[in-house]
């Protein structure tokens, strides 16, 4: 597809606030870690991963899986001292590549495919955006913080059924690709024009509490998913 190298990139720290603990939470006996390593692996077009953590478990974690691991100093893996550009800005000088894939083992039910997909819409449209998220397609009746509608008339004749609401789109935090020296230069996930890259509906699921964990649990035994199909 290109001569560029691609590189997916895990961030994982141990001192997670809502979730303690959340990357090491396992689905179908696989921690989150190795759940999107493996996943990783299955893809064609992603030639290295490397997982950054200050955490010993999860840097063996990692490195069994398959991943190469780096170890991140413990300022950027606290959410109350560094921002999320800090954070972002430490793992680009921790890692060298041409094309950063930054991906989120909380997000567990991206396939290998839907990855493929993202990385090739993002090499067929450079130079029209200059970089790609993933999101989830939003269809719904808004109101705001002032208990007025956003974006339909509930009093008007006849009720605004969802399907002919506008479109909006929401990140699901799962993909986020652009260059490695771009995202060195802006230090966060994507650039000025993204893609906006719709994943599948059945795919959508971030892990931030533990609700969404049980969620998580629930949806791995509906979808029944095999090594093939993590």
Partial sequence: MNNKEVTAIIVARKGSVRVPGKSLLKINGVSLI????????????IDRIVLGSDSDQMLEIGEKAGAEI???????????????????????ELVKTDVVAWTHCTNPFISPETYDKAIETFFQNQGKYDSLLSVVRFQEHLWDDKMQPLNYDPYAPRHTPSRELPVYHFQDGG?????????????????QKPYLFEIPENEFLDINTECDYRKALVFSQIYKLGVNKL
Avoid at 38 to 43: A, E, P, T
Avoid at 77 to 89: G, V
Avoid at 175 to 191: A, H, T
């Fill in 34 to 45: 190795e759940r999107k390593i493996l996943q990783l692996k299955q893809c064609k077009h």
């Fill in 175 to 191: 993909i986020f690709i652009q260059p490695y020296d771009q995202m060195k230069s802006n230090n966060y996930f994507f650039g």
């Fill in 70 to 92: 780096v170890r991140r100093p413990d300022y950027y893996c606290d959410e109350e001292l560094a921002s999320a550009n800090e954070m972002i800005k430490n793992m680009m």
